[in-house]
Nanobody
Framework: QVQLVESGGGLVQAGGSLRLSCAAS????????MGWFRQAPGKEREFVAV????????YYADSVKGRFTIARDNAKMTGYLQMNSLKPEDTAVYYC?????????????????WGQGTQVTVSS
């Protein structure tokens, strides 16, 4: 199994940027798809982005496409989420997750391992 720890959250003004990191330990990161999800108060957890295990293809939710970039460094056992042009509606707890299932997907239920989350707050 793998353990995940997010960092890099904080308070930023609208239009600003943050970079989230997801440090993994345990089994090699390269066998997992890595995803980012977020959950705002009173809302369900939603998919943000995923990067696949072998080809590092990336997929994004429409709400963040063109503003967020997901990346991974398997040698460093770390995943990243670069967030630019942040909006107040991006305010949420952000979670990284690892998925070992065949293929890839956007549903939180397919992800086996989760970090504890990091708060991102965007002020207007």
């Amino acid at each position: 199994q793998v353990q995940l720890v997010e960092s890099g959250g904080g308070l930023v003004q609208a239009g600003g940027s943050l970079r989230l990191s997801c440090a993994a330990s345990g089994r090699t990161l390269s066998i997992y798809n890595m995803g980012w999800f977020r959950q705002a108060p009173g809302k369900e957890r939603e998919f943000v982005a995923v990067i696949t295990r072998s080809t590092s293809r990336t997929y994004y939710a429409d709400s963040v496409k063109g503003r967020f970039t997901i990346a991974r460094d398997n040698a460093k056992m770390t995943g990243y989420l670069q967030m630019n042009s942040l909006k107040p509606e991006d305010t949420a707890v952000y979670y990284c997750a690892a998925d070992r299932s065949l293929g890839y997907g956007f549903e939180s239920s397919r992800y086996d391992y989760w970090g504890q989350g990091t708060q991102v707050t965007v002020s207007s």
